[in-house]
């Protein structure tokens, strides 16, 4: 199925919609005569840049990915970039230019549970619970 993200003057991400996969230009031009607004095709299973199988594993063809990420109510569609950005979750996280994905500024330890602290600037381990 083609999904179709509408997004608004600010080219924000106000909804979207699944239509017909087997013509995208008819399902686009629905959108139009029925919905109105702006509409920009998206992926369902590309996400950083990489276009995935419905196993979860990378595809073997990645000319399918599409617009870095698939759209979500509240992206941002960057026509610079040709992307459907998320909000950042925090901010000092900084844009990554070739996943249009958010990073923190320290990278995550691998070695447990954390949590990122801004007001800290850090990881912070998660304790375990134990009962």
Request: charge should be negative.
């Amino acid at each position: 199925m083609a999904h179709w993200a509408q997004i608004d003057e600010n080219n924000i991400v106000t909804q979207v919609t699944v239509g017909n996969n087997d013509d995208p230009d008819e399902g686009y031009q629905w959108l139009l005569d029925n919905l109105g607004g702006t509409w920009v095709q998206s992926s369902f299973n590309t996400f950083g840049g990489v276009y995935y199988n419905a196993d979860r594993t990378v595809a073997d063809d990645q000319s399918k990915a599409r617009r870095f990420n698939h759209a979500a109510k509240g992206y941002t569609y960057d026509e610079a970039r040709d992307a459907f950005i998320p909000p950042s979750p925090y901010p000092s996280w900084i844009l990554d230019e070739d996943t249009c994905l958010w990073v923190a500024p320290v990278a995550k330890p691998e070695d447990g549970d954390y949590t990122w602290d801004e007001s800290a600037g850090e990881w912070v381990e998660v304790p375990d619970e134990t009962i």
